[in-house]
């Protein structure tokens, strides 16, 4: 079965900092990745995703998460965060082909401080 | 497209009640989901269906029922509603570049 690690559930920053949230996966095949962002009081939106190609994928807002597949890692990073970046965000994984199940990691609150 | 519409909102429920969670696409996805979603655990997979008429259980269906009788409605039902179901639940569906549109949530408490 698959599964998401993800290792900072709370993470604190001013304005201007920059970002890498860590998340990790365990899955034997090929897989699909995903970062989503919920915003206080919303339900989860997709910032970006990776099927294949360019490991590097750029998502919304500026962000962006690298796949490396020696370390079955999909971190998401931000070079300069902002107030309205304060949200939880949450890294998913389904393996790849046809209608297959997600699973979610835990999430990591983020805040930010103006 | 109105996308995923839940209802309702907001639900307060007594021990060992029922209700239904409404759920409706107008996408015609044929990929839809229930999740939960409770504080430090992230988002459980309840339910899931593959098309009309077919469902299948997620990581978490004690207390919970699903069916799917067209493509685009998917209600969730509580049999027997206990303080451990108190969560917020979200549907989903999966478009056609394999991404989740979630609905609004609905948060339900039970007492």
């Known amino acids: 079965a698959q599964s998401v690690s993800q290792h900072n559930h709370h993470v604190i920053l001013s304005e201007a900092a920059s970002l890498e949230l860590g998340c990790n996966y365990s899955?034997?095949?090929?897989?699909?990745l995903f970062w989503y962002v919920q915003y206080p009081g919303q339900h989860l939106q997709l910032l970006l995703k990776?099927?294949?190609?360019?490991?590097l994928v750029k998502g919304i807002k500026g962000f962006e998460a690298e796949f490396i597949k020696s370390k079955f890692s999909f971190n998401l990073r931000k070079p300069s965060v902002q107030w309205s970046d304060t949200a939880e965000y949450f890294c998913?994984?389904?393996?790849?082909?046809?209608?297959?199940?997600?699973?979610f990691g835990i999430g990591t609150k983020l805040q930010v401080i103006p | 497209n109105a996308g995923v519409t839940q209802t309702p909102k907001f639900q307060v429920l007594k021990t060992g009640q029922s209700m239904t969670l409404q759920c409706a696409q107008d996408m015609n996805h044929e990929y839809m989901s229930w999740y939960r979603q409770d504080p430090g655990m992230g988002l459980r997979l309840i339910h899931y269906?593959?098309?009309?008429?077919?469902?299948d259980q997620g990581e978490v269906p004690n207390g919970y029922n699903v069916s799917r009788s067209t493509t685009e409605d998917f209600p969730l039902r509580l049999l027997s509603a206990a303080p451990s179901q108190t969560s917020v639940y979200f549907c989903?569906?999966?478009?056609?570049?394999?991404?989740?549109?979630f609905g609004s949530g609905t948060r339900l408490t039970v007492v």
């Open positions: 990776y099927f294949s190609g360019d490991p």
């Open positions: 989903a569906s999966l478009t056609n570049d394999r991404r989740y549109t």
């Open positions: 899955y034997g095949g090929t897989v699909n």
């Open positions: 998913a994984v389904s393996n790849s082909g046809g209608y297959q199940k997600v699973t």
């Open positions: 269906s593959v098309g009309a008429g077919i469902t």
